[in-house]
């Protein structure tokens, strides 16, 4: 009985690690935003996102704590917080997806993928299909994603007297170096 239980055990740990083996983790991964406007660029950096890969489903994932984004002025940033994206009530940003046409990441090389998902963002959910690439080198993935995130999509309210200095059409781009999960 001993000797069955110790088989079982080790034929679950053998499992699990097999599967881990198709996990990878981006930390600190950098977003961008940017938005252009006649008046006023506006421009911040979060550089604390955190991102997981399955590379045998195609599965993505990202989250971005909204506080972590740092803009050049202190006001700025103020009212993103709490006039723009509400970041008491919504916390953070996320993207959960699934890559179409998903390259085999055991051969070096650069990949240009689609990714089909939901983007949340101001507690709206919004599908989108994105492109990115990926680069391939030894045992690491470089990611890198941009798109454009229309602010009304998400119920990112605008207010008239603003509208010249905000644009309602915000850059993102995504930069994220997975590891494989030991």
């Not at 006649?38 to 909204?66: C, Q, S, W």
Request: aromatic fraction near 10%.
């Amino acid at each position: 009985m001993q000797k069955t239980k110790l088989i079982i055990l080790f034929c679950f740990i053998a499992l699990v690690c097999q599967s881990n083996t198709n996990i990878w983790l981006a930390t600190n991964s950098k977003v961008r935003f940017f938005s252009v406007t006649p008046i006023e660029d506006i421009e911040a950096e979060n550089n604390t996102a955190v991102g997981a890969l399955n590379a045998k489903t195609g599965r993505i994932f990202f989250k971005a704590m909204m506080r972590s984004f740092k803009f050049e002025k202190a006001l700025m940033q103020e009212h993103f917080n709490e006039n723009y994206v509400e970041s008491d009530k919504f916390p953070s940003a996320e993207f959960d997806g699934i890559i179409e046409n998903m390259p085999n990441l055991n051969v070096d090389g650069t990949y240009e993928v689609i990714i089909k998902g939901n983007l949340l963002i101001h507690g709206t959910n919004v599908q989108r299909e994105l492109k990115a690439s990926l680069k391939v080198i030894k045992s690491k993935i470089e990611a890198k994603a941009k798109f454009l995130v229309p602010c009304h999509e998400h119920n990112i309210k605008i207010p008239i007297v603003k509208a010249k200095n905000i644009s309602n059409n915000i850059e993102v781009t995504i930069f994220a170096n997975f590891n494989p999960k030991i």
